[in-house]
């Protein structure tokens, strides 16, 4: 292998990791203002690619152009689920965490059923968009456009996740965190901050998942392809933490490529879950969680 | 009532539901053949589990119906051995885990008392229901997988009358030895196959047919199934650039598979598919504008029907129901079943040792089935060795068989990228 080859694994390796950092803050977003692990996830995104598939096909306009209205949908399908279904799982005073689990993984193979039933199994893929297909040629490195574009969306994403967390919402939503009782009495409304963290978490899902759309195939399993990875990313990373959620994907995509590269290919989600189990050894609660 | 009574009293429910279908079957009267079909129903190769369904019902139509065909089954209406007895299909969804396949056969033996079973596509799973089936003594009619390690068990109730993974390569190899008499060049191979006994069997075949006719292996690369991206194995085929790539993957892989080598601006020189992923029609409707020129092996091929009209009009019963055509997948289980069913009315009985009897002495000709078979006969594994696969090519609207020789309808474009 030459370095040439190698440089060019460890790019795709990078942009990947950058997409999949993106599929899972949503879910470590969620997780750090309630303590909810949101098992239907990989749903989520499921739902915005065949919804970016429909709207394109639909309007025929560019997945690009599409994207913001996806990215609505996917907060109100968000916030929805929060207020028909969490909210009523974290009513319960035994078991919460179970009870939790448990709901949203049965929206989870409720979503899939449904998905199956109305969309069919058929695989779906976008045929022509304006990145689709093209890709980045620097000097003997092939970079897909949709993946450059993948990497970029998630980076300005963090930015803006970043910029939130400085309003007055985003303080909201931190002491939402720190203490949900102690809000109440400042005249913030505990479900109306939960419910918009669904939403949030459900939109910036939605995002990848327009960016998906372009370039993967569409199935109502695709979920559970990507789902496992933005678990693992996200303990990794360390539940809560939004920058974590970015380094931990950046690493899987790395570890991924780069143990597709020494071992057989057949081992390399072997690799990221290596790494997890390190981590855990050293800092249980994740890179950036807290102790 | 309390909760543990009305628990109690709904766990009855289904009881009194099976004993008022069972005295309506017998009420009717009418003779019937229960027949176990076992397909991924869900999960990521639902697609194909749906086609089988349709190719089942088809192949259901023309066993009880009466259809001027010249296949086994079809002129009669029903099972003339069984008193025009009608087949009755019974699904089951193994989701492609063989666990799942194992329960669902077991459930199909004792519970819905199933004559035969048909199935199960994954080789996986056609593992695990093929020693169910062998415990229970019920015919397991293999219709669709394609591992030669299936047949070794030296099963009795296991018959598979479509070709196996040696036969399928055994006809790429030979295309290659024919291409290089005419002087084209095809020196190394790649393989790249999945990691469950479909890609695994299918390498080690390729393997040592490779090494018997002096091919060099240029790369042997094994990949998770259903990954999130395969950059790093196209890195691999690419920097290794062998004369013809060679994949054994499923769908989802194969739509992956391509779409990333035109990422990474690679072009097989040449592409030759132990099928499967890559003789389904949305693997083309995705990406078939980078497989021009991509050849497969098959069991079938539509050209025929112009030697046997009634292909065409089998081909039309099935799309009614699919609004697409038979393929590689969907002729193998439509013929599986008729030849089941043959077997079933020569044995004049239900009964599973009766039934394999019959299996065994099957023998019917090529020209009494829709596929480019020679005979359907089974030897001592339950395989027929007269399976004759074919190669076919994807010219980008259809497919044209282009191996062997005698049945080929246009020469191979060869390389397919230059």
Redesign the interface.
Known sequence: ??AQ?LI??LA??LL?GLI?ALIAVGLSLIFGLMDVVNFAHGEFLMIAMYATFGLVLWTTLDPIVVAPLVVGLMFCVGAFVYVAVVRYAMRTKANAGMVQIFSTFGLAILI??GA?YFF??????I?TSWLG?H?L?LGGI?L?W??IYGGLISIAAFAALSLISRTDFGKALEATREDQGAVALVGIDRNKVFAIGWGLGAALVGLAGTVLAI???I???VG???GT?AYVTVALGGFGSVFGALVAGVIVGLV???T??IL??????VGIFALYLAVVFFRPSGLFGKL | MNRRELLLAASALPLVGLAGSASRAFAQGAPEVVIGVLYAM???S??VG?DARHAFETAAEIINGSFDFDMPTAKAAGLQGLGGAKVRLVYADHQSDPQKGRAEAERLITQDKVTALIGCYQSAVSSTVSAVAERYGVPFLCADSSSPSLQRKKLKFFFRPAAQDEMFSAAMFDFFDAQKKKGKKIESVGLFYE?TIFGVDSSNVQRKLAAERGYKIAAD????S????L???V??L??ADPDVLMPSTY??DA??LV?TM????YKPRNLVAQASGFSEQ??FD??GDKLIGAISRASFSLDLAAKRPFIGKVNEMYKARSSRDLNDNSSRELMGLIILADAIDRAKATDGAKIRDALVATDIPGTRTIMPWARVHFNEEGQNPDASPVLLQYTGSKFVTIFPEDVAIAAAIWPMNG
């Open positions: 292998m030459t080859a060019q694994v795709s390796g990947m999949y899939q059923g199956q069919t199994p058929d695989y779906r893929s045929k297909g890709t040629e092939f897909p949709p993946q370039f993967y195939y199935h109502p399993q559970a392809t990507f990875i991924e490529a780069i597709a590269l057989p290919p057949t081992m390399k989600a | 869900s999960g990521p639902a697609q749906i990691d690369i094994k990949y998770k259903n990954s999130p991206s950059s790093a194995e890195q691999q690419k920097s769908t989802t739509i992956l779409k035109a990422e990474l601006g949305v693997t995705a990406v």
